[in-house]
């Protein structure tokens, strides 16, 4: 492992920062109204030269991409967490069924909020407590003794998995064709449901999760030696598993409650960060955030411009991207362990 020095640090959250700030400016100028980029620039100064490129560039393509940038910045640094905590670079928030327990609280609001009286604005909090509740449920049956075995978590995700399919698949047989469309994109993954007071409730989960992370890199990079290993150097396995699992379980029912099933981010970006920049979580966790909000960032973009007037939902786009990705990365690490 590579010296981590504050000037290495410094220089790779830069280098991300500057990128996202790219990718930002990247998303609002790029749109089916034909905007030019001259109003744009002028729109976001305070000089728009109409009402209409006022209204698109604050009231569409900034809360949008603002979001999209939360989502994927929660999605990658949930994936980073898992990974360390399960010691299994394949680990991601769907794997172990967080992502589909939050799915099945968002569908159960979408499919029988109409015979409760709810309105689409009970599917964010829906989709919160369906992620906080599948992560107790797995702490409490993977659990043995106080202690989480990353094994038994990987099972009990498969388990949770496969009930999270079939309620879905339940909810969305009592669902009408509308919410039956609504439940299709859910399913994919979509921003275009983007409104810009989520903005502040993602990104105050996304805060709080960070902030149970990033203390806690040290002890994450003590983590990979094992569990002995990194009890006996004084790391309280026990805490920081029930700490960390529940800074995911906030950052994932946040990004699942307005986004849906967005897959890949939290599977693939750290997976590439690992091999760029080494397996210290101290830059791994804040460049995760980074590099997962300029993926999404940019998914959101192509699935809004590539055909014109016709959107694609962004999970489409992170799983034809992030899947060959994966399997290339997948194929060169093999070829490295695997060299004469």
Same mark, same amino acid.
């Given at each position: ?64 991409? #603002? ?17 360390? %905590? ?8 769907? =794997? ?21 009286? !709810? ?12 992620? =906080? ?19 038994? *978590? ?19 047989? !009592? ?22 007071? /989520? ?20 002890? /994450?990079?003590? !983590?990979? +030696? ?6 006996? %150097? ?9 700490? *960390? %699992? !529940?800074? #995911? ?22 997976? +590439?960060?690992?091999? /760029? ?12 955030? /980074?590099?997962?909000?300029?993926? *999404?960032?940019?998914?959101? #973009? ?22 060959? *990705? ?15």
């Amino acid at each position: 492992m590579r010296v981590l020095t504050p000037a290495r640090l410094g220089a790779w959250l830069a280098v991300f920062a500057l990128a996202l700030c790219a990718a930002l400016l990247l998303g609002i100028a790029a749109g089916p109204s034909g905007l030019a980029p001259g109003e744009v620039v002028a729109a976001l100064r305070g000089d728009a030269t109409s009402r209409a490129a006022h209204d698109i560039v604050f009231g569409v393509r900034l809360p949008r991409v #603002t979001l999209g940038a939360l989502v994927g910045a929660a999605l990658a640094s949930a994936g980073a967490l898992f990974q360390a %905590l399960l010691r299994n670079p394949l680990a991601d928030p769907f =794997v172990l069924g967080v992502s589909g327990g939050a799915a099945v609280g968002g569908i159960a609001a979408l499919s029988l909020g109409a015979a409760l009286g !709810l309105g689409y604005g009970a599917v964010p909090p829906a989709a919160f407590a369906g992620a =906080v509740l599948t992560t107790l449920a797995l702490q409490a049956v993977a659990g043995v003794a106080g202690r989480v075995s990353p094994t038994h *978590l990987l099972l009990c995700g498969v388990v949770f998995n496969a009930f999270a399919s079939a309620a879905i698949v339940f909810l969305a047989s !009592l669902a009408g064709l509308e919410q039956g469309a609504r439940i299709f994109l859910w399913l994919i993954g979509s921003l275009s449901a983007a409104r810009p007071e /989520l903005i502040a409730s993602v990104a105050l989960f996304l805060a709080a999760g960070l902030a149970c992370a990033l203390p806690a890199a040290r002890q /994450l990079n003590l !983590l990979a +030696l094992g569990e002995e290993s990194a009890q006996q %150097l004084g790391v309280d396995v026990t805490r920081l598993q029930r700490l *960390l %699992l !529940l800074a #995911t379980s906030l950052m994932v029912g946040a990004a699942v409650s307005v986004a849906g099933l967005v897959g890949f981010v939290g599977l693939i970006i750290p997976h +590439l960060l690992r091999l /760029l920049l080494g397996p210290d979580h101290r830059l791994l966790l804040p460049t995760a955030a /980074l590099a997962g909000a300029i993926f *999404l960032v940019l998914c959101d #973009t192509a699935a809004r411009t590539l055909f014109g007037g016709r959107e694609l939902p962004v999970g489409a786009i992170t799983a034809l991207a992030g899947g060959p *990705l994966f399997l290339l990365l997948l194929r060169r690490q093999q070829q490295r362990v695997f060299a004469p």
